[in-house]
């Protein structure tokens, strides 16, 4: 194993873009975003062919994005090009929102919702709508499709799980080193809609009201549940979001 040589400054520029350094050498793992998880026959044989020509020939896959193990420094602006031929690119790092995790409630016969449609809109609107936009720390987004919890969405930052009539929403959940089982919000949202603008008001008001270096759940208990709740069932976050990003 060759010794790491390459500068702290960059090391963090290249995680900022996806890029995790394997410890101790010259090489990276390049974290492939792949929307909600699913990839066509034709995309994994790419990111096999991409493995095997830049890497070390492993596919890890972590919280639905997939990392390709042992890229030289020397060689990530080539593999960077090469994944742009496909309209793939790397990412889901730093403090902002992170990639969508959701389960196959879409076909699953206990699925109460479309999982695959409603995670590729939060991809769509919030993981790169809001790539510009920091945070103070990471947010995480999970969609479940019932009550069988199969992605844990009471374990993000916001969880939305299918219910009967519509979407059960949980607010301040994490996992790790520290842990935050998230609370529900006191009424099921009828609407994707609504849904959705609950969800950027969250991002809004993590944005806003966040202190540096503090997970949403810190956020919302130093605030307040109740607090944050009104705010969330409110219009005024969506109202100044163009002063709140700033």
Known sequence: MSEQTIPTEEIQRLKGLGFITNKGTN?????????????????????????????????????????????????????????????????????????????????????????????????????KGYHHVPLPHKFKIAVGGCPNNCVKPSLNDVGIMGWKGGYKIFIGGR??????????????????????DIIEKCILLFKEQGLPGERFCDTISRLGFDNVEAQLLADDLLARKAEIIG
């Not at 896959?61 to 420094?73: F, H, K, Q, W």
């Not at 089982?181 to 609504?194: F, K, M, N």
């Open 175 to 196: 996992w790790g080193k520290k842990q935050s089982v998230g609370q529900p919000l006191h009424r099921v949202i009828e609407s994707a809609d609504e849904l959705y």
């Open 27 to 127: 090489r990276f793992s390049a974290r492939v975003i792949t929307v909600n998880g699913r990839l066509t026959a034709h995309q994994l044989r790419f990111l096999a062919d991409a493995a095997e020509t830049f890497g070390e020939g492993i596919v890890f896959t972590t919280r639905l994005t997939a990392e390709i193990i042992g890229i030289p420094y020397e060689r990530i602006e080539e593999f960077t090009a090469f994944l742009e031929k496909e309209g793939m690119e790397t990412g889901g790092t730093g403090a902002r929102v992170r990639p969508v995790v959701c389960c196959k409630g879409t076909t699953c016969r206990f699925g109460l919702l479309d999982s695959y449609g409603i995670s590729e809109e939060i991809h769509r609107r919030f993981y």
